[in-house]
């Protein structure tokens, strides 16, 4: 059964940076795209940044410069190192895994939270 565990998440001043982690298990890590969303209250879900099995990277437009995504396949873990936080990245974070056969699967999320 597939899992993936968040954490990392807090309470950071503007400026500052977090780094968030997400482990997985109950599948082979290495093959699938792993990926971090973010909700904030009363908004949607919406899309962060991407890291395929190869290593590419895809960043939203908001996150660019500022967020980097990487992975250790050896640990099954993804990473989002958050840096220059705004007040307008609080949200709750989620990682989602998406297997070559087009399965998602979607953690419970971790709640970063960015003060003025």
């Known amino acids: 059964q597939v899992q993936l565990v968040e954490s990392g998440g807090g309470l950071v001043q503007a400026g500052g940076s977090l780094r968030l982690s997400c482990a997985a298990s109950g599948s082979t890590f290495s093959i699938n795209v792993m990926s971090w969303y973010r909700q904030a209250p009363g908004r949607q879900r919406e899309w962060v940044a991407s890291?395929?099995?190869?290593?590419?990277?895809n960043y939203a437009d908001s996150v660019k410069g500022r967020f980097t995504i990487s992975r250790d396949n050896a640990k099954a873990t993804v990473y989002l190192q958050m840096n220059s936080l705004k007040v307008e990245d609080t949200a709750v974070y989620y990682c989602?895994?998406?297997?070559?056969?087009?399965?998602?699967?979607w953690g419970q999320g971790t709640q970063v939270t960015v003060s003025s």
């Open positions: 890291i395929g099995s190869d290593g590419s990277k």
């Open positions: 989602k895994q998406i297997t070559p056969r087009g399965y998602d699967y």
